[in-house]
């Protein structure tokens, strides 16, 4: 098993641009998950999803957008990218949501940097 | 006031060394606590989780929880340089609307020197 993919690795966009996150998980889970990890303020929760076709909202998901047409993929799409954004983007999956070891697995991460 | 309270460190410490990591929470519905280890330029992985007040070990590793104090603690014994690395509680609720949402802290940064 390849567990949480994610790319690109890192991206440098311009303001304005408009680029697609890439997150796969080949362990058939349902639960999916974005993540933002800014330094020294912990990951908050961008959008999750409890299966295909179904998203919601998280903690700062203003600028983001999300689709889930299929169980494996979870792509995070950034429209008009502004500085603010310039972060690092986790993605995550779990088969068990809500027991206390539903664990989250996480992808390596992708580094961006909008200028 | 944050929902999640943790010292962002940095920590450094010597090998050998009793390590104590610490959150405060605001928050009483959160019910299940966890401890992710962050290695540099990596994603977090789970290291322990628990659910109710008291201990639990693994290893060289003890997670603490006092849930009346809404305080939990991340407790690593005879420290070693593999240990380095950012280390993150998170907490979520209980019940079936949570969809497993997490909520971390702020991350502490942990250096263990030879």
């Known amino acids: 098993n390849a567990g949480v993919t994610q790319t690109p690795k890192f991206r440098i966009l311009k303001i304005g641009q408009s680029m697609t996150l890439q997150c796969a998980q080949d362990?058939?889970?349902?639960?999916m998950y974005w993540y933002r990890q800014d330094p020294g303020m912990g990951l908050k929760l961008i959008y999750y999803?409890?299966?295909?076709?179904?998203?919601d909202k998280g903690e700062v998901p203003n600028g983001y957008n999300v689709s889930r047409s299929t169980t494996e993929d979870f792509p995070l799409r950034l429209e008009l990218a502004a500085p603010s954004q310039t972060s690092v983007y986790f993605c995550?999956?779990?088969?068990?949501?809500?027991?206390?070891?539903?664990?989250?697995?996480f992808g390596p991460g992708t580094r961006l940097l909008v200028l | 006031q944050k929902e999640v309270e943790q010292d962002p460190g940095p920590l450094s410490v010597p090998e050998g060394a009793i390590v104590s990591l610490n959150c405060t929470y605001s928050?009483?519905?959160?019910?299940?606590f966890m401890w992710y280890r962050q290695y540099s330029r990596k994603g977090p992985e789970l290291l322990m989780y628990?659910?109710?007040?008291g201990n639990k070990e693994d290893g060289r590793f003890t997670a603490q929880v006092d849930k009346s104090s809404k305080y939990i603690s991340l407790f690593i014994r005879d420290s070693q340089p593999s240990d380095s690395a950012t280390y993150l509680c998170?907490?979520?609720?209980?019940?079936?609307?949570?969809?497993?949402?997490?909520?971390f802290g702020q991350g502490t940064i942990l250096t263990v020197h030879p």
């Open positions: 999803s409890v299966g295909a076709g179904i998203t």
């Open positions: 362990m058939n889970h349902n639960y």
């Open positions: 928050n009483s519905a959160f019910q299940y």
């Open positions: 998170a907490m979520k609720y209980a019940g079936g609307t949570s969809y497993g949402k997490l909520t």
């Open positions: 628990t659910y109710s007040s």
């Open positions: 995550a999956s779990s088969y068990w949501a809500d027991t206390p070891d539903g664990t989250q697995y």
